[in-house]
């Protein structure tokens, strides 16, 4: 599994890329760009980011959030091609069980499934 290393990155898609809101997590998509070096440097394949933010918890739950989000996101097959998806973890997502985590984000696993072309994210988008 890819994941953005690059702050700019992240800074790029929490800018413009589309958001899925759950209970628990949120998660932002963007289509990864058509430049050729960005595709020389990181391939066709999708990729990821985990954040827990400070705010939220200390470094126990910061952890056991992005590990929780790992998994999440390999249940729902991700990471997806030619998409980059950011992981948002919220207050709740430790404290709820992981079988109610999971059936919160079926409805989001379902829209990122149907992501093979650009558009489908933005339709995404529109019906949440």
């Not at 020389?40 to 126990?60: D, M, P, Q, T």
């Not at 948002?88 to 989001?108: D, E, H, I, Q």
């Amino acid at each position: 599994m890819q994941t953005i290393k690059s702050s700019t990155e992240i800074s790029q898609l929490f800018s413009t890329g589309h958001r899925l809101h759950t209970p628990y997590f949120t998660v932002i998509v963007g289509a990864q760009d058509d430049k050729q070096s960005n595709h020389e440097r990181h391939g066709h394949s999708g990729r990821v980011a985990f954040i827990a933010g400070k705010k939220l918890g200390n470094a126990v739950w910061r952890n056991r959030a992005k590990r929780r989000l790992r998994a999440l996101c390999m249940e729902m097959s991700g990471p997806w091609a030619g998409f980059d998806v950011i992981f948002l973890a919220k207050s709740g997502l430790t404290r709820a069980s992981y079988s109610k985590v999971l059936k919160a984000c079926g409805n989001v696993a379902e829209r990122l499934a149907q992501g093979e072309g650009k558009n489908t994210v933005e339709e995404a988008a529109r019906t949440h």
